[in-house]
């Protein structure tokens, strides 16, 4: 039979509907352009990084944050060192009086407050050994190893507490710390070794702004390469890269022009929807090819459009679903990816529809004659023109799977229960190791000091006693001091400071002089008052007096977050029982800082995990039951959609790999990514079924539609995404993999786990639902739209 040859030079298709609404479609994203590029632009410059700005003000653990931080203005510190740097080192005393009247010219220009306290190791021991205090080198030293002195007790450094503001303006405080440094000691800012939340928090901004300026263009010629050489065309590949890169802006201005700040969350965003565009504009694509091979010619897309808008708005409106699960989050910038991001696919889609369908034509009228029609086959199974390799890799892979159904869906089943129980195990993290590579600045310097000097993440403790509190100053000093001593022999601290730091030695309250010892002792408590105030260890309030315990612990330390946060409250109370005994009243205790902020956002990052999966995956499966008019099949339908997130998941939990902000939205996009393959492979085999093949026929031409396309996603998504495993911000770096992974096991469960499942007990289901041509919700392919 001789072969019908396409008609692909017709000249009125270019006064098509579909070329005018690509025309005005194109127009738009010309006219948006400059406003896109200046909203990403502008976008990238707001990057602020603040892990304990991201749970809500109403949430209890930032209540007792902002509490701490109103009675003690202690917010983010800065340590700031150099190599040889030691506790006697008279340049120390040089950079905190530089710094100090840095403060006091702002002061006496009405600017807003930068710093709240300055000291360093020698100012620390001068104040220690000199009167009142007056005690011995050693001892003062002993006070202060871990604090602001190494164990070596020589190497030391300067800290500086920022006030809010200061925290805030970072880019504006760093620099000035660093010049007024260099100024009053004259060592070069590149050999200082500074550290702290601002830093680690600019260095997060830096390398999440830099993985989008270096890596998406780069991305994108990647996907444009092997877009153009799957497709065969450039006409076809033009609007969809062209929509790809236009949403990555989009997503970008969004943030900037809806008064929002970028942060590391929101920076995967756009690569994601750029890869979930390619995703769709692939197998639309695809659909056209296939009907300029049948030789449909100029009704070509026509017929592509009708078959496309099932599947791929479904899968479109699924991954959204998925994306916007998120927005049940407690942390905002989760909510805002889920939001933003389910808009993003949305105009994505839209857009594609909108462009395609036109480029399809104009690529009809450009390749009139150069067109070789691509290999095809009929419904009946045979191969009309096919090389017997092409063929025999469908036929022996759908021959193959249906002749070991049931031996893969037992593995298959198995291995996603196996590693669901992995699911228990997972963690998250988001301190700064996770964030930023080893090679980092920050991360070196971050290092170096908690190496060399004193750990660096704090936890900070506040003993209240109350205006009716039956507890002397003295006793008072003794309880602190007993607590302090009490939650230091937990192993993962080394550094405690408090008031106790900056008093006498206790007097010996017993035998002769004991009263005259006691008065002294209590007249140096009543003088240090105001100072020890000042250095922000004491606090009043309406309450009564606040004490505070300021103590840190190693970033690299690797522990259970919640059972240290248990045992320092246990060593606490422990205190409070013994004073309660002892007949005093009035005392209370709560725990507060960064450390107690991280563990709860990593909570709650864990939390969404598993709850806005659950919830996408339950709102897709009432969406694949309406699709297939079938409940037991919707639900059977939804194991290859689950398979990518339970084996990866659940394997990460087995091996206890830590999941960061980067990772923990894939989960709900795996699932929308997953079930894109899905419904066009289910749609092909139902149509099969409907013309009368059997199961096992109608798998194979499943495959024969649709598996190119499957395979051709994921090849230019996963390479277009590999670019950016060289980001030297983890986030990104692990986004692209977990997701190129995702899309793997995705493709795997498309390809392997459904096809077996068809070809048994959900083959069987959707057999007996056997749906007509006029009312499902997965368009027949033979249907289409009235000329």
């Keep these: 039979m001789t072969e019908k040859q396409p008609d692909l030079g017709d000249p009125s298709l270019f006064s098509s509907t579909y070329v005018r609404l690509a025309a005005l479609a194109v127009l738009g994203l010309l006219v948006s352009a400059p406003f896109v590029v200046h909203g990403s632009d502008s976008g990238l410059l707001s990057m602020f990084n603040a892990p304990l700005m ?17 009675l003690f203005g202690a917010h983010d510190m800065i340590v700031v060192t150099w190599q040889g740097c030691e506790v006697d080192d008279e340049r120390l005393r040089k950079a905190a009086n530089a710094i100090e009247k840095v403060q006091s010219d702002r002061a006496v220009s009405n600017q807003e407050r930068l710093f709240n306290n300055v000291f360093s190791g020698k100012t620390l021991l001068d104040s220690l050994t000199s009167m009142p205090i007056d005690l011995s080198r050693q001892v003062a030293l002993d006070r202060l190893n871990g604090v602001l002195v190494g164990q070596d007790d020589k190497t030391s450094g300067l800290v500086v507490e920022l006030t809010e503001y200061g925290a805030v303006q970072r880019r504006e405080t760093i620099p000035l710390i660093k010049q007024t440094i260099t100024n009053a000691i004259g060592i070069p800012e590149d050999e200082l070794i500074i550290t702290g939340p601002a830093i680690d928090g600019m260095a997060i901004d830096d390398e999440s702004s830099r993985s989008i300026q270096q890596y998406s263009i780069p991305s994108i010629l990647i996907s444009l390469v092997l877009c153009v050489v799957c497709l065969r065309s450039i006409w076809l590949t033009i609007p969809i890269l062209a929509v790809g890169a236009w949403a990555q802006g989009f997503m970008l201005a969004s943030v900037y022009y809806g008064g929002e700040t970028m942060n590391a969350i929101l920076i995967v965003l756009p690569a994601l929807v750029f890869v979930l565009a390619v995703s769709v504009g692939i197998h639309l694509a695809n659909y056209f090819l296939e009907e300029i091979d049948a030789g449909e010619g100029s009704n070509a897309p026509r017929r592509a459009i009708r078959k496309a808008t099932g599947p791929c708005v479904l899968a479109a409106l699924t991954t959204a679903i998925g994306l916007a699960s998120l927005c049940i989050s407690d942390v905002e910038p989760i909510r805002q990816f889920g939001f933003l991001g389910a808009i993003g696919v949305l105009v994505c889609v839209g857009l594609l529809f909108l462009m395609l369908p036109g480029f399809m034509v104009i690529w009809l009228k450009v390749s009139h004659g150069r067109y070789t029609p691509r290999t095809r086959h009929h419904s009946s199974g045979n191969a009309d023109g096919a090389s017997a390799s092409d063929w025999l890799s469908f036929a022996s892979v759908s021959g193959w799977i249906a002749r070991y159904s049931l031996v893969i869906r037992t593995l298959c089943i198995t291995a996603m229960i196996v590693c669901g129980f992995g699911l228990v195990r997972l963690r998250t993290t988001i301190d700064v190791v996770s964030l930023l590579s080893e090679d980092n600045r920050a991360v070196k310097d971050f290092h170096w000091v908690e190496e060399n000097i004193c750990p660096l993440v704090p936890i900070e403790v506040v003993i209240y006693f109350d205006r009716d509190s039956n507890v002397d100053p003295i006793d008072r000093l003794r309880i602190v001091a007993a607590i302090q001593n009490q939650i230091s022999q937990i192993e993962v601290l080394e550094g405690t400071m408090s008031a106790v730091t900056f008093v006498p030695s206790f007097p010996r309250l017993t035998g002769l002089g004991s009263t005259i010892r006691k008065t002294v002792f209590l007249r140096q408590i009543d003088q240090s008052r105001d100072d020890l105030i000042e250095s922000h260890f004491l606090a009043e309030s309406e309450r009564g007096d606040a004490w505070r315990i300021s103590a840190r612990v190693k970033g690299q330390a690797h522990f259970d977050y ?20 002892a007949g005093y009243h009035g005392i209370s205790s709560s ?26 995956l339950a709102l897709v499966a009432v969406v694949m039951m309406i699709a297939l008019r079938s409940i037991p099949a919707g639900l059977l339908a939804m194991l290859p959609n689950v398979f990518p997130t339970l084996v990866l998941f659940g394997t990460m939990g087995w091996f206890e790999h830590a999941i960061d902000i980067g990772t923990v939205m894939t989960a709900s996009v795996a699932l929308g990514i997953a079930v894109d393959g899905t419904f066009h492979f289910l749609k092909w085999f139902i149509q099969s079924l409907n013309d009368g093949e059997s199961k096992e026929s109608a798998i ?12 051709q996603t994921t090849i230019i998504c996963a390479c277009g995404l590999m670019i950016y495993s060289f980001s030297g911000f983890l986030p990104v770096r692990h986004f692209s993999w977990i997701l190129l992974m995702m899309l793997v096991a995705a493709l795997f469960g498309d390809l392997v786990l459904l096809p077996a499942l068809l070809a048994g007990k959900l083959g069987d289901l959707l057999g007996n639902v056997n749906p007509s041509s006029s009312d499902t919700t997965l368009p027949p392919a033979s249907t289409e739209l009235p000329k």
């Design 562 to 581: 919640g059972q240290f946060l248990d045992r320092l409250q246990t060593e606490v109370d422990f205190v409070l029982s013994k004073a309660e005994e």
């Design 54 to 70: 991201w749970v809500d003000r109403d949430a209890s653990a930032r209540r007792e944050f902002n509490e701490f931080i109103d």
């Design 700 to 711: 194979k031409i499943a495959y024969e539609r649709c598996g190119g396309a499957l395979i």
């Design 591 to 616: 725990s507060t800082g960064v450390l107690v902020l991280v563990y709860r956002i990593q909570k709650m990052l864990l939390a969404d995990l598993f709850y806005s999966f659950l919830t996408a």
